[in-house]
């Protein structure tokens, strides 16, 4: 079974600046992690970022026939991005939409997700943690309808 994990815009800046927000981790630590997490499921992971949406957008096209699953933190695009929502519903591959930061209880307008709707979830505000959660959670989910592992 094969994961492709993709991020957003400015995630690349993760651990440098605004550690009270999304903290400490890198994203080549969170991505350490989800490696340890897929070898004790069983499972392969990748992982890419862009701060463009046109390359996230071409990044989810390439996955098609390729990977079973995608975890996505959109960045801001969640709240903006009627394309990357397109994409997402038309590859028809089972996504989770993941969050560092509870963007529920933040500001007004981070409360709408475009992708949200054409996504199997949302895990939001556990930190680095929200994306264990997504790989967790996913990897059941395509258990339970069947896929081979
Ligand atoms: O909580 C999340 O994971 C977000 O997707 C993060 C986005 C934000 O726009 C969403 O509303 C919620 C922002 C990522 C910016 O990451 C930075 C990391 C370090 C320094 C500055 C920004």
Redesign the pocket.
Known sequence: MRIHILNG???N??G???VAI?GKQTLGDIDARLAEVAEELGVEVDSYQSNHEGALIDAIHRQRGRADGLII????F??TSVALRDAIDAVQIPTVE????N?HA?ETF?HHSFLAPVCLGQI?GFGPASYELALRALVEALRDRGEPS
């Open positions: 815009p400015n995630l800046l993760l440098t600046r605004e999304y933190n959109p960045g801001a969640t709240h993941v969050h560092l930061s963007i933040r981070r939001a």
